[in-house]
């Protein structure tokens, strides 16, 4: 069960895609007619459909790889569902009674503008999908009345029990394993990829200049923030924890050799020249249930939303009277 799927609507996903579409993504189509389900007697219509599809298509399309014919229709099928589920959980909202004022929809409405430099950039944005204002913000509506629904029709009936925080814990030890982090700050001489002898002499200049005024007492945090290269000099060369397998091969093996305190020797990545000093090493270790306990909790919630979605679902469809003509 795809909650996000659920809840965030084809226009407010395509509103997020805009920026980088794909050609045909972004072109102006003639609307389709025709309805491709109906829900409790409301049509969920072609053009609809295409609208939910089109953002889908385009993570496909960025793959890569070609699509299968079996594989679209298995999407498009579950695209549709995905539709239909959203119709049925906004049709229960409105049962309900359950409304959202303007003042959210704009709000949230505000928050998609912002993503465009300009007001006539969204519009014509708009433009390009055949989408108007209207329709993103009823989507938006639709979108945050189905989240009032979830908020208080089916969270507040999840239960996580101390025992059930427990028996995760234990269930899944290789999870709460930790493994040898080490804290250090670096200094960056960076080195294009494609540096001649002579821009490489440079950067090494510049890297050995910087080793020799650490050697004299020099202060490390002071010299990144005056020649450091990387964003992080900013901070003082801080890069904060990192275990194995985050960073470059020579990067790590030269920073895990180290002890805290120390400052490497020169070392050379893909990236440029580094010098690494390591303040502080921690050992490999599991991390407590009490520490890990919040992060179960958070688990077992999206657990319990997702059943919980799907078990409302399932009785709302038991109800329902569905016709899909896909």
């Not at 089109?54 to 539709?83: F, H």
């Not at 005056?226 to 990192?242: H, I, R």
């Not at 470059?248 to 093996?253: A, K, Q, T």
């Not at 090493?281 to 657990?303: H, M, N, S």
Request: proline share 4%; net charge neutral; aromatic share 6%.
């Amino acid at each position: 069960m795809n909650v996000r799927g659920i809840c965030r609507g084809a226009v407010l996903t395509a509103l997020a895609l805009t920026l980088t579409a794909l050609p045909g993504w972004a072109e102006k189509k003639p609307a389709a007619e025709g309805n491709i389900a109906l829900v409790n007697g409301k049509a969920i219509t072609q053009s609809a459909f295409d609208q939910e599809m089109g953002p889908v298509l385009q993570r496909m399309k960025m793959t890569g790889k070609p699509v299968a014919d079996d594989q679209l229709a298995e999407v498009r099928k579950k695209t549709l569902e995905n539709m239909i589920d959203r119709e049925l959980l906004y049709q229960d909202s409105s049962q309900k009674g359950i409304t959202v004022d303007d003042a959210a929809v704009d709000k949230q409405l505000a928050s998609f503008k912002a993503r465009f430099p300009e007001e006539a950039q969204f519009k014509q944005a708009l433009e390009k999908m055949n989408l108007t204002e209207d329709i993103i913000k009823k989507q938006i509506r639709e979108q945050l009345t189905i989240q009032e629904l979830v908020d208080t029709q089916i969270i507040p009936k999840i239960k996580t029990s101390d025992a059930d925080i427990r028996k995760y814990y234990d269930e899944h030890p290789d999870f709460f394993k930790q493994s040898e982090q080490v804290k250090a700050s670096h200094i960056l001489i960076k080195l294009d990829a494609n540096a001649d002898e002579a821009q490489k002499a440079e950067a090494r200049k510049k890297i050995e200049d910087i080793q020799k005024k650490l050697k004299e007492g020099g202060d490390f945090a002071a010299l990144a923030k005056e020649a450091s290269d990387c964003p992080s000099g900013k901070s003082g060369g801080d890069l904060g924890s990192f275990g194995r397998g985050q960073m470059v091969r020579p990067f790590e093996e030269a920073a895990f050799a180290a002890k805290p305190g120390e400052i490497t020797d020169i070392v050379e990545t893909r990236f440029g020249y580094h010098l690494i000093r390591v303040d502080e090493k921690k050992p490999a270790t599991t991390i407590a249930f009490e520490e890990a306990r919040p992060k179960i909790e958070g688990v077992l919630k999206r657990e319990g939303v997702r059943k919980g979605m799907s078990e409302y679902i399932d009785a709302l469809k038991k109800k329902a009277k569905i016709e899909r003509f896909l």
